[in-house]
């Protein structure tokens, strides 16, 4: 009945060292993806990790700082949103 203990134990342990390994290649494959997908991505974590490597540009009207991927060209001039373009 020891053995049967052990074995469980056992089990559990192999389970649990899965689940961690599978969550980070997942978290791994999830990353490309959204750093592909420019734009409204629902996580905002790994995209922001990889706007530090972007270059920054400046909203003509609020001077808010964005990645230039997801900045707005209009006319020659950056904004950070559709709605701050539109004011001009
Ligand atoms: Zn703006």
């Given at each position: 009945m020891k053995f049967l203990m052990w074995l469980v134990l056992a089990v559990l342990v192999v389970l649990a060292l899965r689940k961690k390994s599978s969550t980070i290649s997942s978290a791994q494959q999830q990353a490309p993806l959204d750093g592909g997908s420019?734009?409204?991505?629902?996580?905002p974590n790994p995209n922001s990790a990889n706007q530090h490597a972007e270059t920054m540009v400046c909203c003509e009207h609020c001077q808010v700082y964005v990645p230039s991927s997801e900045a707005v060209y209009r006319q020659q001039q950056v904004f950070c949103s559709v709605a701050h373009a539109d004011l001009h």
């Open positions: 420019t734009g409204s991505s629902p996580n």
